[in-house]
């Protein structure tokens, strides 16, 4: 979808940062070229004196030198890429790539690689007036250096991310930011209520997928517009996430008067919907939960055995399930001012997310107290701030089943302390002696 293109172009504009360094480059370098006279400053000297061909064959000689140095640091990072992808899970290496220290610098080497090709370029067409002061060899050469400086930067601050507190700070950041500042800014402008539901009619039009790939993001102000425009109520029925064909059937669509749908309106209403042939984590919380997931899972491996980075992984998870209570979950309707839903819209509710976040943990984990301490510890928090009385059914659920699993155990005594933990847990969901830091957790989030 191209305006689903261009605003994740403008939203994240680093080609834009890119393309414009490049820009800059090719104009500095091509006018520093025609300087023939002493211009530097009394910091860094005179200009360096010298022909054409000496000139060109020093520029030439750096970005030799400044290319060959990029190459290497980027085999150096490409070990930490592949180590994310095999400790933890093959999902981090876009999400590492997009937030990699090292691409802050590639900017200012796309900066002095295109100042030293432009300026290459004009000294072969210039004429050769003989040795003269040449300043673009002088700002040449700050500028491979600053490149070189902000590189080893960059480079020291990237191996940071072997360090697993760092890839899960990571993910959680990006969920967070998926949640609070895409799909809550998007939604709090839109007059929504989750109980005007859109029932199928026996005539509605079914609203095909134009392409195949991965529900990436669903323009839910331009569905309702269109939808108000073209007199016609909408529902979506697969969630953001879910993979679907071309000619698939993604939802429906039903006339206000009855009669069928015309095939033009069928495609605008299609048209607001971004499919991707990727999964996308901006507007889809569950690809960065499953991500926490599968660390947790891998670090519970028989070949791993790292119970404490899985409880790491769970004490990000529950961070994000605490975030998530915030979000107006479960399906998504537009309203029109009289109440009547125009658009209806799939999406997870908080015990989905719950269910995603601790089955694979719970069938790994072969009954270890410390990942068993930290599911109470998410039953607890999403048992308290959830609003929807299904979603706390799931959290009192949950601690059944914990409490299912360390009972049948013939080791018991092993399980005392998580035992006790799970009985002050049961007491803050009746409401009796809740501690003060229970009481907090309750009212972390807003009525």
Same mark, same amino acid.
């Given at each position: 979808?191209? +305006? ?63 290319? +060959?140095?990029? +190459? ?10 592949? %180590? ?61 250096? #600053? ?46 209520? @989750? ?57 429906? #669509? ?5 009669? @069928? ?33 599968? #660390? ?22 529950? %961070? ?15 309203? *029109? ?97 809740? +501690? ?10 807003? *009525?």
């Amino acid at each position: 979808m191209p +305006t689903h293109r261009l605003r994740r172009l403008f939203r994240e504009p680093y080609w834009l940062v890119l393309g414009g360094m490049i820009c800059v480059g090719v104009v500095l370098g091509t006018a520093l070229a025609r300087v023939q006279a002493d211009t530097g400053w009394a910091l860094v000297g005179h200009a360096w004196p010298g022909d054409l061909d000496d000139t060109r064959g020093a520029l030439g000689t750096l970005l030799g030198f400044q290319v +060959t140095v990029l +190459t290497l640091v980027l085999s150096l990072n490409a070990p930490v890429i592949q %180590s994310a992808a095999n400790q933890y899970s093959p999902r981090l290496v876009p999400i590492y790539l997009k937030s990699a220290p090292l691409r802050r610098a590639i900017p200012f080497f796309a900066l002095s690689s295109s100042f030293l090709l432009a300026a290459i370029r004009e000294l072969g067409v210039m004429e050769d007036a003989g040795v003269k002061p040449r300043p673009v060899l002088s700002a040449a050469i700050v500028l491979v250096l #600053v490149a070189l400086g902000l590189l080893i930067v960059f480079l020291v601050r990237t191996f940071r991310f072997l360090r697993v507190e760092r890839v899960l700070g990571l993910v959680q950041h990006l969920i967070v930011s998926a949640t609070e500042r895409r799909i809550q800014a998007r939604l709090e402008r839109l007059p929504l209520d @989750p109980s005007a539901a859109l029932r199928l009619p026996a005539d509605a039009t079914s609203l095909v997928a134009p392409t195949s790939g991965y529900l990436a993001e669903v323009d839910l102000p331009a569905l309702a517009a269109r939808a108000r425009k073209w007199g016609v109520r909408v529902r979506i029925g697969i969630t953001v996430g879910e993979y679907i064909d071309r000619e698939e059937v993604a939802g429906w #669509v039903v006339r206000d008067g009855r009669g @069928p749908v015309d095939a033009h309106v069928l495609r605008d209403l299609a048209d607001t919907l971004a499919i991707t042939p990727v999964r996308e984590p901006d507007c889809d919380p569950a690809l960065g939960l499953r991500i926490l997931v599968d #660390v947790a899972n891998r670090a519970l491996s028989s070949s791993s055995n790292d119970p404490y980075t899985a409880r790491q992984a769970l004490q990000q998870i529950r %961070s994000v399930m605490r975030r998530l209570a915030s979000l107006p979950l479960g399906d998504w309707n537009v309203v *029109d001012p009289d109440g009547r839903a125009r658009v209806s819209l799939a999406a997870l509710r908080l015990r989905d997310y719950l269910f995603l976040a601790v089955d694979g943990p719970l069938h790994y984990a072969g009954g270890d107290p410390e990942v068993l301490e930290e599911v109470l510890q998410m039953a607890l928090t999403v048992g308290l701030v959830a609003r929807d009385a299904q979603d706390r059914a799931a959290a009192h659920a949950l601690l059944a089943r914990v409490l299912a699993d360390v009972q049948g155990s013939p080791e018991r005594d092993r399980f005392h302390r998580l035992l006790t933990q799970a009985e002050r847990v049961r007491a803050s969901f009746q409401g009796e002696r809740r +501690t003060r830091i229970e009481r907090c957790r309750a009212d972390w989030l807003p *009525d």
